[in-house]
């Protein structure tokens, strides 16, 4: 590996300050002001001018500079030089590699070009370097194209089922209401932003409610919470309007104007009285009826639901459920009243101009979802599969460490007549087993336009420094592979800049991002108070037509768990894999400072449950069920309720305990709704373990 540290960009200007944005995938995507000292980036810090950042950032994100110089940061393309996984590469220069890379792909492509997979998602947010020349160049190519359903396809398609798009409450006007209830979601580490306005809201007197498997950092701060079992939302939330029916805590005339299927939701509520969620949900029914009566007689009354609750086989259903919620009792006619899970709908995006689908002519590729990529790279060719993969293009993404059953992903990528290229920071799990690595720029150093999905706010990133050694962006890369290819097309000339002016072309004002960074989306404080749902009956439709046509259930329903709680005799823990709170996904696992904070790979696990097993607090532990094992130290906490273990995520598997993470044993089985991971749907079982040589100490 090159070190970093005689690579440092050249001195340019002294010191000035450039703004900019979080690329990270968070809510929040905070802007950022870099102070820039004779070229190098010394301090970043938020901007106090863009009121959602408030100036400031996540320790995370605060320790930028540390990461963009990083002794471990790649700086020159790479060749392999040693078998896959082996971690053994040289350095190349950049023609040599791209020459190489686009003589393999088109030798592949003339076969057949879906054989050819790009894998990409959310380590940049940008629409720059994470969506506009990849996919042209994909298009063009007539590559397989992706399905990005790791993270928010079940709630995502949820919401665009109930409410018509992923639209909501706008994050602000939390402050102002007198409940929130905080369901699957631990603000405090993974919303920050949304947290401050949560805690202003308390501050005036509101109630803080937490719905989580969980007792995280945030259900500590809450007023009340409740510890239900995994895959259980949709039974608690039905219940709640089965309390809010019966009490007739309803408005009747929000129902009659601005929903449509109200009689047959009414119905299946009824079905699910408090004491048949307590069973389910393994909840007091008391705990229950008071959260009903809090939420029918508060106004008003606020629910942020976040991403947690749709990792499981009925999650489309559970959002759905709770979706339909505000409508019941009229909250949306106030703009401190409603439901926020993403805001990224509003957003006017022209993907269509940054994407270019045009470019694949007649050609309709199949679609690879990212959430199975275990068992698809190690598919043979089929009629039904088609062409065996012969190609991955790996970017903003780590599917060694991210993907499900991550014991078959490293099979997949391990096969030595696989060509992967990987454009990355650092190495990686996945960089391990590349072909090549190419040396991707971070936003400190490339131009970058962004939508958000936890505010509304547009916000635009300026490189504050040049590119770290010879790194390059995505979109450049891409520029270049196109021209190697032969791609001739004038949109592979578009530069970087071009492209952050098309991402959103008349609709935002350029020059105001320009001029302060970031610019608000002209949207109504209370978007739904007069219905005006962006549904084709432009109500809120607790009844779909478009999921019945499908054969699914056209109302919200709970949908057990694949691998319910006490099904299972060898299995009997429910485990669900949080994010630690310092890491972001598989991002800065690596940064030595948040890895020091972190500590060691974590099981927390309830004393009850480790005192059954003999398990001693902080010992080392095999977690397993038939997918895989994973070898962390137990945390004995009652962070874990009774029967569910908590693994926390994301280590990258080399830094893990023999070569293991979470995802050794979470499932590639997919979700109700939108084809979606379900990470959270997964039954183990925990031993004590010896202490391998690599594990660390405290
Ligand atoms: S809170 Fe989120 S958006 Fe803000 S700096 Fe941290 S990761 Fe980025």
């Known amino acids: 590996m090159i070190s970093a540290a005689n690579r440092l960009p050249e001195p340019t200007l002294a010191r000035h300050t450039v703004r900019g944005a979080c690329p990270h995938d968070c809510p929040d995507t905070c802007a950022l002001l870099t102070t820039v000292e004779n070229g190098v980036a010394v301090r970043v810090q938020g901007n106090p001018a863009h009121a959602q950042t408030g100036g400031v950032l996540c320790a995370k994100v605060s320790k930028y500079p540390e990461r963009t110089y990083h002794p471990d940061r790649i700086l020159t393309p790479l060749r392999r030089s040693g078998p896959k996984g082996s971690g053994q590469f040289t350095q190349v220069g ?219 086989r009925g999650g489309g259903n559970a959002v759905r459920a709770i979706a339909c919620l505000p409508a019941l009792t009229g909250a949306w006619r106030e703009r401190a009243g409603g439901v926020l899970f993403s805001s990224s709908g509003n957003f006017p995006v022209q993907r269509g101009v940054l994407q270019r689908p045009e470019l694949l002519g007649q050609r309709r590729p199949r679609t690879i979802n990212m959430v199975t990529i275990g068992d698809d790279l190690l598919r043979e060719t089929s009629e039904a599969f088609g062409p065996k993969i012969e190609a991955v293009v790996v970017y903003n993404s780590n599917p060694l460490a991210v993907a499900p059953e991550s014991g078959k992903v490293a099979r997949g990528f391990a096969q030595d007549d696989l060509f992967t290229v990987v454009l990355e920071h650092f190495q990686t799990d996945t960089a391990d087993y590349a072909d090549y690595i190419l040396p991707a720029t971070t936003q400190l150093e490339h131009w970058d336009v962004h939508l958000a999905y936890g505010h509304t706010d547009v916000l635009l990133n300026r490189p504050a420094i040049g590119p770290c050694g010879e790194a390059r962006s995505n979109a450049r890369i891409f520029r270049e592979l196109a021209a190697r290819m032969g791609f001739s097309e004038p949109c592979f000339a578009d530069s970087d800049e071009t492209l952050c002016r098309q991402a959103y072309g008349e609709k935002v004002d350029f020059n105001e991002l320009l001029d302060q960074g970031f610019a608000a989306l002209p949207i109504p404080d209370a978007p739904f108070a007069q219905g005006n749902f962006p549904t084709a009956s432009g109500k809120c439709e607790f009844f779909s037509a478009a999921l019945s046509a499908c054969g699914q259930d056209a109302l919200p329903n709970h949908v057990p768990n694949y691998e319910t709680f006490g099904q299972s005799a060898a299995y009997p823990l429910a485990m669900i894999s949080p994010p630690a709170r310092n890491f972001l996904n598989s991002t800065f696992v690596n940064v030595a400072s948040l890895q020091k904070q972190e500590g060691r790979p974590l099981l927390e696990i309830h004393p009850h449950d480790a005192a059954a097993r003999g398990i001693a607090d902080g010992s080392v532990v095999r977690v397993f069920n038939d997918r895989g094992s994973y070898l962390c130290h137990a945390e004995l906490s009652e962070r874990a309720r009774p029967g569910v273990v908590n693994g926390l995520g994301i280590w990258w598997r080399k830094l893990g305990l023999e070569g293991t993470n979470v995802n050794q044993l979470t499932s590639q089985a997919l979700t109700d709704l939108g084809q979606g991971p379900t990470f959270y749907d997964c039954l183990v079982e925990v031993q004590a373990a010896a202490t391998p040589s690599n594990a660390i100490n405290k």
């Open 94 to 312: 950049w023609d040599e590699a791209l020459t190489d890379i686009a003589a393999r792909l088109a030798e592949i492509a003339a076969r057949n070009p879906e054989a050819i997979v790009p894998y990409s998602y959310a380590g940049t947010m940008g629409l720059v370097q994470g969506e506009s020349m990849d996919r042209r160049f994909f298009h063009r190519l007539g590559a397989s194209l992706l399905h990005r359903s790791i993270c928010a396809a079940a709630g995502g398609e949820a919401m665009v089922q109930t409410l018509g798009g992923k639209v909501g409450m706008k994050v602000e006007f939390f402050a102002e209401a007198k409940l929130i209830l905080i369901w699957g979601s631990n603000s405090i580490t993974s919303t920050l932003h949304f947290w401050r306005y949560a805690q202003q809201a308390k501050r005036e007197g509101a109630r803080l409610v937490c719905i989580d498997p969980r007792k995280t950092e945030t259900a500590e701060k809450c007023h009340e919470h409740l510890q239900l079992l995994p895959g259980t939302d949709a039974a608690l939330a039905l219940a709640l309007m089965h309390e809010l029916i019966v009490h007739d805590w309803l408005d009747h005339d929000y129902l009659a104007q601005h929903t449509l299927g109200w009689e047959a939701l009414r119905e299946r509520a009824l079905t699910f009285p408090p004491e048949r969620a307590a069973e389910v949900c393994a909840l007091p029914v008391e705990q229950i009826r008071d959260l009903a009566r809090a939420y029918g007689t508060t106004k008003p009354s606020a629910i942020r639901v976040n991403y947690g609750v749709q990792r499981v």
